[in-house]
């Protein structure tokens, strides 16, 4: 079981603000997700990849993948009080589910 | 409502890794919050900070802090399959709780 979340690398986000959009990311996800799987990925450390993404389409593009795939998954708006302006999308999680599906969604992405 | 994710700053983690841990820290205290807490953090957008700490012991006194003060929290050790030797400890959260108390224990932090 893995959760990937997905960062735009367009926006030029310092380091906090990239965690903290990734954090918002990966519990929405989580929240979506069903109990069982909740309880498998956390059984196993709850493993998660951060991954780069080129900008706002490829983002709904991985999302559309995820919905079909049958994934949990989150996209993250930034409600715009620092740095970015309101509404602009930042992150998306997938996951957690099996890896192996994951990875049809996220496999081709570089490591953050 | 705010949770504060506390970071290490002596360590040199990535960004992504970073993230990943901020992410961990985040969604365990959570996981520690009451329902009510909980639900009331995601009715004003979830808020989170992410704080520096230079180093180990500076993350077991603020814990002991939350502890003290009746705040949820987590310690996050890395299972050390990359950049870190296993059971580092790299980041604390703190909350969600009621951002007075959270900035009892964190409120002299700096942003990262």
Chains 1, 2 share one sequence.
Do not use: C, N
Not at 38 to 53: D, M, S
Not at 85 to 100: Q, W
């Amino acid at each position: 079981m893995k959760q990937a979340i997905v960062v735009r690398t367009d926006l030029g986000m310092g380091t906090g603000k990239l965690a903290a959009q990734v954090a918002h990311a990966s519990l929405s996800a989580y929240e979506d997700t069903g109990r069982k799987a909740r309880k498998a990925w956390k059984g196993e450390g709850q493993k998660k990849v951060v991954l780069k993404a080129a900008g706002e389409s490829q983002i709904f593009e991985l999302a559309d993948r995820a919905e079909r795939e049958g994934l949990p998954h989150a996209v993250i708006r930034d409600a715009g009080h620092t740095q970015l302006d309101p509404g602009t999308v930042t992150t998306l999680a997938v996951g957690p589910g099996e890896e192996s599906i994951v990875d049809k969604v996220t496999g081709d992405l570089s490591l953050y």
